[in-house]
């Protein structure tokens, strides 16, 4: 057998069989050590990678239907090269390209220049890839249309404030209108979307963040999260009783409204420098109370001053009776 052979070969020769052992070990390792250090040295070399788009576009499907191959001259290590090229035994890798990059060919299809697509070596091909050059000038993949529709979004808020802190207004949403993607049946049922709760507690300052927009079954939206933003302020309170006055009353005609007077609360921004009352004025209009069953109205302001964040009339309705001329 062969295994005697070598023995014997051995024994003429009166080698140590340990030291056969150590010198095969030892021309591994120098092998091995050959090997990486190659490796890690630089080539340039054809490589592809077959890409799914994932985009952003307003009326179309978010990925792609087909696969584009992106062949590039690149220069990497072996390493890489080797990750590379077997990138063709595993399904095509999904990138997501910003709308703006994307170029309405016709219909459904989209292209995107080699120029623009350098923006997105690393997500194609991975880190440590220099770009030599693309094979091709532009690369185009069809976005299906989608059924869509634009609708607001409502802010689930759960608010409170330290004593003597309130809100300055409503809170703000960006963006405040999403596009929801789906079959028509789902859509028709859907006239905005949610976020999820925004439990805010002890405020006494403004506040400011990003809210995700709350799942439905059935539907894709255009964005997944939006910021809000919710001013928030010291207040200070100041009551005054005012005369309530009449607007547009025709000629020939007068109006009488009991009580007379209204007394008001106003929520002022702080500090305050003066009493803003004398700016603020309270009526009731006459095509109310046209309109009006019983001849009962709601008493209305003018345009509220500067720093004023809020006005309470007391009473909230006022008897008006109509008297002619």
């Known amino acids: 057998m062969l295994r005697d052979y070598i023995h014997k070969v051995l024994d003429k020769l009166?080698?140590?069989?340990?030291?056969?052992?150590?010198?095969?070990?030892?021309?591994?390792?120098?092998?091995?050590i050959w090997l990486i250090h190659n490796l890690t040295l630089s080539y340039s070399d054809l490589v592809s990678v077959a890409v799914v788009a994932q985009s952003d576009l307003e009326g179309h499907s978010?990925?792609?239907?087909?696969?584009c191959t992106i062949v590039a001259r690149c220069r990497t290590t072996g390493f890489n090269l080797i990750r590379l090229h077997n990138f063709s035994d595993k399904k095509a890798e999904t990138v997501f390209f910003s709308g703006k990059d994307l170029h309405h060919v016709k219909g459904e299809?989209?292209?995107?220049?080699?120029?623009?697509?350098?923006?997105?070596?690393?997500?194609?091909?991975?880190?440590?890839?220099?770009?030599?050059?693309?094979?091709?000038?532009?690369?185009?993949?069809?976005?299906?249309?989608?059924?869509?529709?634009?609708?607001?979004?409502?802010?689930?808020?759960?608010l409170s404030f330290r004593p003597q802190y309130m809100a300055l207004g409503k809170m703000k949403l960006d963006p405040d209108s999403v596009t929801i993607y789906g079959e028509p049946y789902h859509l028709d049922q859907i006239d905005r979307v949610n976020t999820e709760t925004l439990d805010l507690s002890d405020l006494h300052s403004s506040s400011h963040g990003i809210v995700k927009i709350a799942k439905m079954t059935g539907v894709r939206f255009s964005h997944l999260?939006?910021?809000?933003?919710l001013e928030v302020s010291r207040y200070v309170e100041m009551r005054e009783s005012l005369p309530v006055s009449v607007l547009n009353v025709p000629y020939g005609k007068s109006l009488s409204v009991y009580p007379s007077k209204a007394e008001i609360i106003m929520r002022c921004a702080f500090p305050v420098t003066s009493n803003p009352a004398g700016k603020v004025r309270v009526y009731?209009?006459?095509?109310?109370?046209?309109?009006?069953i019983n001849g009962r109205c709601t008493p209305k302001?003018?345009?509220?001053?500067?720093?004023?964040?809020s006005c309470q009339i007391s009473p909230q309705v006022?008897?008006?009776?109509?008297?002619?001329?």
Do not use: W
């Open 14 to 32: 009166n080698v140590n069989r340990r030291d056969v052992i150590v010198f095969a070990l030892s021309l591994l390792l120098a092998f091995s």
């Open 62 to 67: 978010d990925k792609s239907s087909n696969a």
């Open 109 to 158: 299809e989209f292209s995107i220049s080699s120029e623009e697509l350098s923006n997105y070596l690393n997500d194609i091909f991975g880190d440590g890839i220099r770009l030599e050059s693309f094979t091709a000038k532009s690369f185009t993949f069809r976005f299906p249309y989608e059924n869509h529709k634009k609708v607001p979004v409502q802010a689930m808020e759960v």
């Open 225 to 229: 999260e939006v910021n809000y933003s």
């Open 284 to 292: 009731v209009d006459y095509n109310d109370f046209i309109k009006s």
């Open 301 to 309: 302001t003018n345009r509220l001053p500067e720093g004023v964040i």
């Open 318 to 325: 006022f008897d008006c009776v109509e008297n002619g001329r």
